[in-house]
């Protein structure tokens, strides 16, 4: 094959992620995980989810090496204690509240303070603190990833634009997640590797007003299209550079035919195994993403260094899980 | 000798190195490049390590040359899982990881044996203990919301009639009894915990003798003392519980063919409960000395009923009825009993008839 080279001079690499893991062996895990589950009365999730991702990880391959989780039951079980305990706390809370017998505007008023706290306070610190915890649990060739965003700064930020959000009715929404894509994969490292997204707001909503109206005039064919613009959109502008100035970009190849045909087939497969495919859906659809992304550029991932420390705190991480928010 | 690769924790570099297996270590002898002959020795009291499959197994060195080992060879993970087992054994999970499918379905079965185990025997063992200690006001509370909910026309010159007809017999409840005369064109009697007995007319109309209705009533508060109702509540609810606790949220096609398996299940639960009604009911006619035959007339009664449905018994609730025939004949054989006159009865039944058939 011919090296190519980029306007710096620099050889242009094209690493490419593979999925290397089989739905049967997949599926051995999630069963042995889930019953497990049962027998502990779900006590075992923590170490339920370290087997899954340990195996969704260390399936997946770049340049011939695989990735990495080394989260830990027993580290995520920790967290996972604390998120417990809360949620007990904020039950008994509401129950001696119910059982002091506040009723009308005083319970009113708590309920909206709890929304409040939980939509404006938790959530980011949810998403911040798992975004700390994964991305430091996540290797390649033994390299850490990392997050550094600051947590203040994050609530700060989640807080003016869930704002501006509520007072616009939604539609500021597009620029909402923008801003919070942006400031989160600004912050995230892989060795001396730093992220960049560079999402705007105005093109994101052009984008999702074309797909809104589309898929309203197609009677919601077109909303595969739109799946897959969105997709384009979330890794197009997702860039890997070095101290020195080279770079490695992302881009999509999902068509909205693709997208079609792999979340009809999925579905179909859910509905007739009663839910039993679950495994080989979820790999078809890892396979599907890594092969519809190619990465491109000049930068040599065998150069990357250490830099990332490690990170062993889970609370964000199992709170993030129990308000289901799927943030990675 | 094998072959694998080796990072130093410092920079992504992949480096290829030999691998030595021994009986209580490794050895990684570098190969070519830059770096002088350089040789690392890891004792397996010293190394973590992650099995991904039976082709690829990543090794951890933990001592002072720490460092990170990946072999994609089944012969070598095979061969230092042998080795290595002796310091670790062997988990389900690994079990999973190289039996493949094989093993993943082995392990499906026996979690659908413990399942099935739990929701067959030993969940509603514990909700029947936890009804034995739910106080009986419960009862009476669920029994009012019943009401309050299907909000049922009430025939009040028949249902005192009834009420009247019911206060001639003794009834072995805890609860205070109401008997209510629904006007309906189904063929149906129930009982609400709590001791609401309501029977349709369209049913009562069928019944040609007292000793047929008090076998109704027997039957049906029967099933009140038994407090059948709120043991089903407790087995339902008890089995959705842990089936949630189970599988969360993953997959409502699952939670929808289970909800029709415990639908049909709820079915022999129905039966069972059906069946000890007719038995008690049947204990109560004798202490009140009323001819127990009036329990096959009821029957026979229904069964005229069931021909007109052709359902098959394992999806119907009444256990159908030449079976429920059967059982009754032979509890009266087993149990005669002398019979009274009950001269008041038979005058309050015939008020009844009289009513409709105006």
Redesign the interface.
Known sequence: MQQEYGPSGNPINRPVISFKGDGGTYFGILIVNMLLTIITLGLYYPWAKAKRLQYLYSSTEMEGSRFEWSGTGNEMFKGFIIVVAAIVGYYILAFAIGALGLTGPVSGTLIALTYVFIVFLLIPYAIHGANRYHWSRTSWRAIRFGYRGDRTEFIKLWAKELLLTLITAGIYGSWMTMNIRNYLLRNLRFGSGEFFYDGDGWEYFKLNLKGCILTVLTLGIYSFWWQADIFRYYIDNIRLTSKDNKVLECRSTATGGELAGLLIVNMLMLVFTFGIAYAWIQIRTIEFVMNHVEIRGDLELRELRQTEEEYRNSTGENLADMLDLSII | MFKG?Y????????TPVTIQLFTESLQLDFIGGAMPAKKLHWLFTEITM?L??RN?I?I?GTGTDA??L?VSDPVFVKDFLQNYKHIRGAG??E???R???K??LL??L??AG??LAAHFWVLPWCADRVVDRLPLSFDKELGDMARASMDEPVDTAASQLLTRFAAQMKWDAPDTLTFTVAPSKIENAYALPGGYIVVYTALLKRLKTKEELAALLSHEVAHITCRHSVHKLCRDMSTSL?WT???G???A??GA?FSNAGALYSLTYSRQYEEQADIKGLATMRSNHVNQQGMLQLMQELQKLDHKLKIPEFVSSHPLTDNRIRYVRREIAANPAPVNDHAEMEKIFRQLEQLYHK
């Open positions: 690769v990072f130093n924790h410092q920079v992504a570099n992949a992650e991904v499959d690829f990543r951890t460092g990170t990946e389900l999970h079990l999973a990881l039996g493949g499918l093993a993943s392990i499906l026996a979690i413990i399942i842990v606790a189970a599988f949220n993953s997959g096609a699952t063919l």
